[in-house]
């Protein structure tokens, strides 16, 4: 049975409890697919399809203000959110309290992010978190423990990564050990694509937000250490703003 | 609650009237049209008996009194409705059956006292003679005012929080005389005003009980982002199942312009649901909450009108929204006003702290050698060196353990213990409780481990004997930072 009457944007938002509405993010069916108008260089040549990958964008150490590059390339991103909170902030006009968002997001296959956003309502809220955890999306760089057989499954050294006075250490394990962490940055290192890892702690894990954040600094830090397996010279090729030079300096048609 | 949907009793019998009212009228002004309909349900007899046994019924209803009429009508909608309306077998085109009045005012407009909402509770204050809920906030203010002499102000700050709240100053005003905390009002000295304002302890209260609901509420919904949330439900308005929640709410906006809002600011949605579903099935429409006779005439009603949302004026949805516990006394109505968020708002550094988050997450740890449990791996440390005398820093410097060996030692230790068998000598005690007092007779943490023993080069000993055992995650690993820290001292 349709029920459906030609619902037009206003009269859908307007009235009603509209919670979600007045635009922000609940479109109509065809709102939703609205094609994306890259505005930085980088959204225009992915948007072209002239970087094959997101590895690219991490080799020449691109920053990424768009969040549908990230979607164009891991359509597969998986998110959760970590903790809704109610913060406060006093004004003159009495106490002010909003929502705060903690996000994970990660295609547990080499790419994870984090994102925090606060804002008066739990959706708007989640939503500018699950943006900020695309744009932080970080490359995951996984080895073995022992004979390289397989699928690398663990983290290839010892890596450690600090925030505030939380400080983690992600070690090796041998496959079949599973994730031996606290709850929280286990689930950090479940989307990371990690399978086998000890950790260890210190300084105040109390500061949930800070020791999660120091599990994503160390799972950073694991490209960031030189093996002799990358000792090779790498042989330099052009970045991309460089070598499309020409595409991006045909205007766009407004 | 038991009303069964209805936004309030106060209105119960008002609406009843009105439609009852409504099919008078009609009758008087077109008698034709009765007749004409039972004309067209006798042709139509064959093919479809269930309309004909309706518009039957109905016919008859018309021309009786009003009380029987009411009888009627529940019976009928007893009988064929006591499913959704739109999850009824297709019916064909319902386009002859009556039209409503268009004059006549929707309940939902009708004119109601400030703040009035749907409550269960009974008054909690000292020396009450009622004993029988209230079922609304008007009676419940009105209760206070006349037996117990007392006003709340702004009482409609804390419905989202009622009931602790009044329980709290039940307890209050029996310990101490109400003038400790209420002032006497300024036109009638011999009501009491408790006044946030004025009497700090009820301010305190307040902001308490606005937290601790507001906490409560979220760690729900982030239950049911966990759970429920995944599971599949039928679609209010058409026989669509949609496979989890997110799904049910686009497909509703989608296909039948159904805007409740987004899933993430409602709490208890299941529960949110049902409630629609249950005024579907009375036959009542969502926005203007009229009822209708049958199935139908609501849904031809609902689909000309575009009734396809909910009443926004009616209070009783507003526990499902999480916005509402926000601030007291602000509910949605004043954060949808205040939509332009100010500058100084964006740009706070601490909008992107995650050090906010402070939190501390229980791991509960068990004693390698007894079956107590500590709550942090930290603390299930010091008692076991306080009452085992077992010491890892100590063992770890005593062998040159590195980090594997220490989980090799730990995870072999708690393979012992589950057997019930002492680590150090092996022999095997009956209970784990009684495994302490075998250490302390025969003091064999003071024996040194040795080293050569098999079980340090066991592969299965390096996976975790329990799933999740936080002591492998809580032990002090401070040796190897130290030898780095060493080291890079050495090399300047």
Redesign the interface.
């Known amino acids: 049975m349709a029920d459906t009457a030609p619902a037009d944007r206003r009269g859908g938002f307007g009235r009603g409890r509209g919670r979600g509405g007045r635009g922000r993010g609940r479109g109509r069916r065809g709102d939703e697919k609205t094609e994306w108008v890259p505005v930085t260089k980088l959204g225009r040549l992915v948007k072209a399809g002239k970087i094959k990958n997101m590895e690219e964008i991490y080799t020449f150490s691109l920053p990424v203000k768009e969040y549908q590059i990230v979607d164009y390339f891991l359509p597969s991103l998986k998110d959760e959110v970590m903790k809704i909170m109610p913060v406060q902030k006093q004004t003159r006009a009495g106490q002010r309290t909003r929502f705060k968002a903690f996000v994970v997001i990660g295609d547990s296959d080499g790419h994870v992010g984090l994102g925090v956003k606060c804002s008066k309502e739990v959706a708007t809220a989640i939503r500018g978190a699950i943006i900020l955890a695309k744009l932080s999306v970080i490359p995951v760089r996984r080895g073995y423990w022992g004979t390289a057989l397989g699928e690398p499954h663990t983290v290839p050294c010892k890596v450690t990564g600090k925030c505030g006075s939380a400080m983690c250490r992600l070690i090796p394990a041998p496959k079949g050990t599973g994730l031996v962490a606290a709850p929280t940055p286990k689930k950090v290192l479940q989307l990371a694509g990690i399978t086998d890892c000890y950790t260890t702690s210190r300084g105040s894990t109390r500061t949930l937000g800070n020791f999660v954040k120091a599990t994503f600094a160390a799972i950073g830090n694991t490209y960031g250490f030189l093996t002799p397996d990358l000792w090779s010279e790498t042989e330099f090729t052009k970045a991309p703003f460089q070598e499309h030079t020409d595409f991006l300096a045909v205007k766009q048609r407004k | 609650m038991d009303d069964g949907g209805e936004w309030c009793t106060v209105k119960s019998k008002h609406s009843r009237n009105e439609s009852n009212k409504t099919k008078e009228s009609s009758n008087r002004r077109r008698p034709n049209k009765s007749s004409t309909r039972s004309g067209t349900s006798k042709s139509k007899s064959d093919v479809r008996p269930r309309r004909k046994s309706q518009a039957a019924t109905a016919t008859t209803a018309i021309g009786t009194t009003t009380t029987s009429a009411k009888k009627i009508d529940t019976t009928t909608a007893a009988t064929t409705n006591t499913q959704n309306p739109?999850h009824l077998p297709?019916n064909a085109d319902d386009s002859n059956d009556e039209d409503e009045e268009d004059d006549v005012n929707d309940p939902i407009n009708d004119p109601v006292p400030p703040y009035h909402t749907t409550i269960m509770t009974m008054c909690p204050l000292p020396d009450c003679l009622s004993d029988r809920p209230f079922l609304d906030t008007t009676a419940l203010t009105d209760h206070f005012k006349t037996d117990h002499k007392l006003i709340f102000k702004n009482l409609h700050h804390m419905y989202m929080a009622l009931d602790p709240y009044l329980k709290r100053w039940g307890e209050l005003l029996r310990s101490k005389p109400i003038t400790e905390y209420a002032t006497p009002d300024s036109t009638d000295s011999d009501v009491y005003i408790i006044d946030p304002r004025k009497c700090e302890l009820d301010q305190k209260l307040r902001t308490e009980m606005q937290?601790h609901a507001?906490?409560e509420v979220?760690n729900t919904?982030?239950k049911e982002?966990d759970g429920p949330a995944k599971e599949t439900r039928k679609c209010l308005?058409?026989k669509v199942i949609c496979e989890n929640r997110t799904a049910l709410f686009k497909h509703m906006?989608?296909?039948?312009?159904f805007?409740?809002?987004?899933?993430?600011?409602?709490v208890n949605v299941n529960e949110f649901l049902d409630l629609l579903e249950s005024k579907l099935i009375k036959l009542q429409c969502l926005?203007c909450e009229k009822t209708f006779t049958s199935a139908p005439v609501l849904?031809k009603h609902?689909?000309k009108k575009?009734h396809?949302?909910?009443a926004?004026k009616n209070r009783q949805?507003d526990k499902f929204?999480?916005?509402n516990y926000?601030?007291p006394g602000k509910n949605?109505e004043h954060?949808e006003r205040d939509?332009v968020?100010s500058d100084d708002e964006k740009s706070?550094a601490?909008?992107?702290?995650?050090?906010?988050?402070?939190?501390?997450?229980p791991?509960v740890s068990m004693c390698l050698l007894c079956p107590e449990t500590e709550s942090s791996p930290q603390e299930a440390w010091q008692h076991m060196e306080k009452k085992h005398g077992f010491d890892l820093t100590r063992i770890r410097k005593q062998l040159g353990l590195d980090?594997y060996k220490t989980?090799v030692l730990i995870n072999y230790i708690r393979h012992q213990s589950s057997l019930d068998r002492c680590f150090v000598c092996g022999t095997t005690v009956e209970d784990l409780s009684l495994l302490e007092k075998h250490l302390d007779e025969k003091k064999c943490l003071s024996q040194p481990l040795d080293s050569n023993a098999e079980f340090w080069k066991d592969?299965k000993y390096?996976?975790?004997t329990y799933?999740g055992?936080?002591l492998?995650?809580?032990?002090?690993?401070d040796s190897?930072i130290d030898e780095e820290e060493d080291e890079k001292e050495e090399t300047k």
């Open positions: 739109y297709e937290r507001l906490d979220l919904q982030q982002r308005f058409c906006f989608g296909e039948h312009n805007n409740i809002g987004l899933p993430d600011n409602l926005y849904r609902m689909r575009k396809f949302k909910i926004a949805y929204y999480v916005i926000l601030e949605w954060f939509n968020e706070d601490s909008n992107d702290s995650w050090a906010e988050w402070d939190e501390e997450e791991e980090f989980i592969p390096l996976l975790p799933e055992d936080p492998l995650t809580g032990f002090d690993d190897d």
